[in-house]
């Protein structure tokens, strides 16, 4: 049976999963919220990573296009640490994260609370 103490980056010990969740987002944040994150880069516009569509049959163009933004970013793919936060906050039903469109956040339970959105995680 595993443990769910850690120690923090403080040295402190806690076994409160919530307290765990915390730690670890604002670990995440000061990693991926830097220009080391493609999506961070200056001069770059956020809304690419969060394309409307409004015709159903063009999404899979738009979020393939949007995806591709994220290729070759160190901190994207479902092992990143993007997705890692991801899962961490509630679920997101739009833009691209980590190189995740919704759909596929949904089909893998990839946020705090999928249940709420009609989804088994």
Same mark, same amino acid.
């Given at each position: 049976m595993s %443990?769910? /103490?850690v120690? %923090?980056?403080?040295?402190?010990?806690? %076994?409160d999963p919530?307290?765990?969740a =915390?730690q670890?987002? $604002?670990e995440? !944040?000061?990693?991926? #919220?830097?220009p080391k994150a493609?999506c961070r880069?200056? &001069?770059t516009?956020?809304?690419?990573?969060?394309p /409307?569509?409004?015709d159903?049959?063009?999404? +899979? +163009?738009a979020?393939?296009?949007a995806?591709? #933004?994220?290729?070759?970013?160190?901190? %994207?793919?479902?092992?990143?640490e &993007?997705?890692?936060r =991801? $899962?961490?906050?509630?679920y !997101?039903?739009?833009g691209?994260?980590g *190189?995740? !469109?919704?759909?596929?956040r949904r089909q893998? *339970?990839i946020g =705090?609370d999928i249940?709420?959105? *009609?989804?088994a995680?």
């Amino acid at each position: 049976m595993s %443990s769910h /103490i850690v120690a %923090s980056s403080r040295h402190t010990v806690t %076994s409160d999963p919530a307290r765990q969740a =915390a730690q670890r987002l $604002r670990e995440l !944040d000061e990693l991926l #919220l830097t220009p080391k994150a493609l999506c961070r880069k200056p &001069c770059t516009d956020p809304d690419d990573w969060f394309p /409307i569509v409004e015709d159903p049959t063009k999404y +899979d +163009d738009a979020y393939e296009a949007a995806t591709k #933004l994220c290729r070759g970013c160190p901190f %994207s793919g479902l092992a990143g640490e &993007c997705v890692e936060r =991801a $899962r961490l906050q509630p679920y !997101d039903p739009i833009g691209v994260i980590g *190189g995740t !469109d919704p759909k596929l956040r949904r089909q893998l *339970g990839i946020g =705090a609370d999928i249940q709420s959105y *009609g989804v088994a995680a």
